[in-house]
């Protein structure tokens, strides 16, 4: 790894879309809402239903409120990138796929200590369960590798196995850095300068905490909820799963924010994780029948 | 080959189950559940190995088993049929179960037997159907589905995909299938250190062609290196390794071939409290910490690799080094950000964090307990403590539950609290009630014996059980989800190790939590009975002092307890609890017994000695009993053995002269009366 240029934030991306690409994966576009995590994709949530085989990758911008720390935290960020991959059914080499896939971006696994270590993965608000591993690096979690059991509430058949690489912690890995700010982005040329990651983003990291710690509007968030909430089962009723799916979404990433505000007692939390995976797993099912697949 | 030396062969079978990683904290009863599935199946065979050795790493469970027979031995089965002469029916039954005709039957002693000579079947053929089925019984805590095959949530379960099943019984593979996976004599090496499959040619090179192969199969061997392997490393730095044998299984179960290394973080972190910088290395990173020379905490771990890396591990040292000190950096963050706030204020926040739907917030729980800590000491339970003391710590002794720190860390609740406090001037008695007041959790645990500690931590614990109990929630069979059991424990330890002395119902009703506690009560007796098991104290003992009733304090109760224990034990207390036992049970008989009834002209040699015994006797327990002299108390029951013993020796009680017979009952009375002033002989067994 020494002797090479370590790859820039955009030519991990690159890499990873290249060598995913090869083995059969579509490379899809972010799902252009905001959301806590790559799984939230329909690529991922609604495509791991039903029997038909499903292999794609892409990366998915994850937004998490409570995790911002106004720009100034070197491991913390309110908006992150995940890079997502999706092979269904889960293919017997899938491990030595994602082992190939790290020696793509530059760590060789006789330099560096790749350890595959217990994580069960729960997704309390899609109704979602599976075994797997957290991946480590020299002890840096990288990746989350899970084989998924259920969805919505569902058995998967046949199950899919899912990749979420942390890019941002890969990239901290791989050029060296202790802040995310410093990560390089992209490469210059002889007549355009390179720019960093927190370049274009830490002014963005600074508003949205501000923002979602300080002046979100939390009536305006609660009604919202309630909006998206009725709009979902509206859709529902008309037997469309997608825009239903996308309101149950919606209604995550507003609940997140009203955590981030601070407004939701622990007693109410539950409640309402519980009306967001009420809504999610409705869309799940409205999907299974529109397919005409078994509930 | 003849018969005698095909029973003298033996052979060895080796069964490896390849997997993806299997979670560290199941390999060790991995091992144990393949061992014991194992041998049923030989043993429902009728098979039986000379030894049996299991292995795991994280990417295989294997066994060894040694001295099979080849084959098992045919056995002739007799079975018992009818009678010669028995009705036609009886007869074509037996036929019909048996599969023979009648002149297959053997005829002995009037009756038909059926004889089926089963024959001895080969281990090789057993083996082939074991596999499939230990396979599928498998107890895995947590197991899935995968692949293609899981189109069917019936399809194979374990706990990670199941990649290859080497089943060799001497040089021959044992062929089984199960779920498209087939039996052979391949399996794979080191994940990064070998490349290709490893051919095993029998159980007797298998352990050996792995490790060439960069796998250590033995979990033994693997502790062993990362225990001496760290310890070394801690030394050649000058430092001490702070042993903890659950890390070294926990690496031993991530790992084929450990390599212990020494990394270091800056100094500088060493301001965070080091509970919290051990436990970030443990629990989040699995690394060992050392002390220095000095015996304090040094800026240094230990990781395990998994393998021999080409720079002799200094990228993975770098790596691991980056990790921790992110974390770190974090936990730093947390602890001066929590101290920026005082825990007065963080205590506010309590009041959003319920205790229990039924129970209210945290904070109206904190409002019980101070007021409750505040009685212990005004009462004078709890003496050497002030009650603004006791009263303020329970005041603070949550607020560390709303801070960041105990938020990443849960299992720091308590510790953090103490260093806070005494970061904000708190006196030390206040910040260690503070940072102890859990405790003892469970049994073993230390018990505190600070005043002010004790104080919280009580108040705490009888809060917790008066309130469930008060709002009927007692735990049930195996269900105990609010730990009651564990406070329980808790509160019990705390009263008798600082001989804490209080009516156990007066302690209950200052709860406020209600007016009746039989079932609590009950509850307690109960698990002090538990709790005094593993001291030898004996449970229908206490049984036999609490049915008294009116003995509720709980010291008290179990000075009582011992001092009988001490005394039925002797064979002389054994002779007066059988005395007991034969009184009670002719009283048991009648009616209108008189204790007082006047005695007869005519008083027989063992009725005198007996009635100036009890004259002397009865008294003297009395007196010993109100000040708590319990030996004293068995001293002087002690005297009436010898005339009781000559009374039921030397007189009858039944005598037909009504006088005599209820003086003689009257006597008896006395007695049984005297000795249950001590104790309730009836509760007690034997």
Known sequence: MSDVVPLSFQDLILTLHDYWGKQGCAILQPYDMEMGAGTFHTATT???????????AFVQPSRRPTDGRYGENPNRLGAYYQYQVILKPSPPDLQDLYLGSLK?????????????????????????????????????????????????????????GELTYGLERLAMYIQNKDSIFDLVYNNATADRPAVTYGDIFRENERQMSTYHFEVADTDMLFDAFKKATAECESCLQHALPIPAYEQAIKASHIFNILQARGVISVQERASYMGRVRDLAKGSCQAWMEKNGWAV | MDGKEWVGSMTDFLLELRSEEIPARMQVKAKEDLARLFNDALLKAGLAAASVDTFATPR??????????????????????????????AMEGFLRKSGLSQDQLVERDGVHYAIVEKAGRQTADVLAEAIPAIIRAFPWPKSQRWGAASVSTESLRWVRPLQGIVALLGDAVVHCEIDGIVSGAETMGHRFHHSGPVIITNAGDYIEKLRVAHVLVHFSERCRIIRDGAKAAAEAAGLNLIEDEGLVIENAGLTEWPVPMLGRFDPAFLDVPQEVIQ???????????????????????????NID???????????????LAARLSDAKFFWEQDLKVA??????????????EKLGSVADKVERVAKLARWLVTE??????????????????????????????????????????????????VADAIRDHYKPVGQGDDVPTAPVTVAVSLADKLDTLAQFFAAGMPPTGSKDPFALRRAAIGFLSLLLQNELRCSLK???????????????????????????????????????????GGEDDLVRLLARVKALQAYVTTSEGANLLAAYKRAANILKAVDGVDAAAPAPADLVREELALRTALEAAEPKAAAALSVEDFEGAMAALATLRAPIDAFFEGVMVNDPDQDKRAFRLGLLARFRDAVTQVADFSKIEG
């Open chain 2, 309 to 323: 890396a080409h720079d002799n591990g200094a990228a993975i040292v770098a790596g691991n080094e980056k990790v």
């Open chain 2, 60 to 89: 295989r469970l294997a066994l060894i088993a040694t001295g099979l027979p080849l084959a098992t031995e045919a056995v002739s089965e007799e079975t018992k049929g009818p009678k010669v002469g028995a009705p036609p029916q």
């Open chain 1, 46 to 56: 609604l495509r791991a239903l039903g029997p038909d085989p499903w292999n794609a």
């Open chain 2, 279 to 305: 436990l970030t290395a443990r629990v989040n990173q699995k690394y060992f910490v050392c002390h220095d020379s000095a015996g304090k905490l040094a800026n240094a771990f230990v990781c395990t690799a």
């Open chain 2, 506 to 548: 007066n302690m209950l009703v200052a709860t406020g939590a209600g007016s009746s506690f039989d079932t609590l009560e009950e509850f307690l007796i109960d698990r002090l009975k538990v709790q005094q098991r593993e001291a030898g104290v004996r449970h229908d003992l206490i049984d036999a002092v609490f049915s008294l």
């Open chain 2, 343 to 356: 825990l007065d204020t963080q205590a506010q926040k309590l009041a959003q964090i319920t205790f229990h």
């Open chain 1, 104 to 160: 793509a971006i530059g760590i060789d696994p006789l330099l560096h200590d790749i350890r595959f270590v217990e994580d069960d993965w729960e997704s309390p608000t899609l109704g979602a369960w599976g075994l797997g591993w957290e991946v480590w690096c020299d002890g840096m979690e990288v990746t989350q590798f899970t084989y998924f059991q259920q969805m919505g509430g569902f058995d998967c058949k046949p199950v899919s």
């Open chain 2, 380 to 429: 004078g339970i709890v003496t050497g403590a002030t009650a603004d003391a006791a009263e303020r710590a329970a005041r603070l002794c949550k607020a560390d539950l709303v801070t960041g720190m105990v938020g990443e860390f849960p299992e720091l609740q308590g510790i953090m609290g103490g260093y806070y406090a005494r970061a904000q001037g708190e006196s030390d008695a």
